[in-house]
Structure formats: structure tokens, C-alpha cells
């Protein structure tokens, strides 16, 4: 695990991307979802320009396959908000993610949080399941999101407080 840098632009956008490709495909329509992966795909450069920190890269045999982005909630008071996170679908199943997990939620915890939340599809049951093996615990918020598309999909809360 180590700190995504400016020069990682181009790995974020091919993981971001292949995740959305395989994971969210069904939820919006072929013109808009085609769009929305080439902006996945080419936005971190600025990101990451614009925000240091708070982004951490996992990498198997040599192969970055993973990313976590988190900081201070927006919507909650003292704790941490993990923003995004995913995985390259050659990477799902090798652990990568899981010791990504391990790894973000050390970070925050050394940052002085004591809880941290986040937010997830509510009709993607591989993340929803990875996020409580994870030691997470639905919150029982839900929120209608927009991703752009003028159809907002249903999210449901994630949070977990560390002992």
C-alpha cells in the first residue's frame, strides 16, 4: 500500500473505469454510462493535482489493482468519509482489496478518527458484502444519488466505529 502521487493519474482512471465498467453497467443508460467510465477514466490527474493525500493504491505482484480515496465526512461532524473505493476486476478475489481495507482504515484511525462512513449502491450485493466482512454495519440511511444522468439511484450508508 502506499500513497497515490500525481504521477499515478493514469492507473486511477484504468481501475476506476474497469470497476465501473464491470459493476455498474446495468444502472444507466449505453450513451451516459459510456460517458461516465471516459470521465473515471480521465479525471484523476486533476484530482489529484487538486487534493494531496487521502488516496492509497494497492498493488498485487507489482500490478496497482486497487484505490481507496477518504478524508474528513462533509456530513458528519469528526469522523472520516471513505469517498471512493475500488478494484480492478482482474484483482477481485485476490485479497488485494481486503488488505486495501485493512491498510485505509489504519490510516484513518492514525489521522484520529473514530469512525468512519460510506456510501454504496444499494443493488450491488458484491460491495455490499465485501463492506461488512470489512467490519462495516448498514447505518440504515439511504439516499436517492444522481450521477449526472438525471436518474438518481438508491444508496445505502455504511459505518463502523473503531474500538
Do not use: C
Amino acid at each position: 500500500m502506499f500513497p497515490a502521487s500525481p504521477g499515478d493519474g493514469e492507473t486511477l482512471g484504468e481501475i476506476h473505469a474497469e470497476s465501473w465498467k464491470a459493476a455498474y453497467a446495468g444502472f444507466f443508460s449505453r450513451e451516459f454510462f459510456d460517458q461516465a467510465v471516459s470521465h473515471r477514466r480521465g479525471k484523476w490527474h486533476d484530482v489529484l493535482a487538486a487534493t494531496p493525500g487521502g488516496l492509497v493504491l494497492a498493488a498485487l505482484d507489482g500490478r496497482r489493482l486497487a484505490f481507496s480515496s477518504f478524508g474528513p465526512s462533509p456530513s458528519r461532524t469528526g469522523a472520516a468519509e471513505i469517498f471512493g473505493f475500488y478494484g480492478h476486476p482482474d484483482g477481485w478475489g485476490t485479497g488485494v482489496a481486503a488488505a486495501l481495507m485493512t491498510d485505509t482504515l489504519r490510516r484513518i484511525r492514525d489521522d484520529g478518527f473514530t469512525r468512519v462512513h460510506l456510501w454504496t449502491l444499494r443493488d450491488t450485493p458484491r460491495s455490499r458484502r465485501f463492506y461488512a466482512k470489512s467490519g462495516f454495519t448498514e447505518s440504515g440511511a439511504a439516499r436517492a444519488y444522481d450521477y449526472g444522468d438525471g436518474n438518481p439511484v438508491e444508496q445505502v450508508e455504511y459505518e463502523l466505529s473503531f474500538p
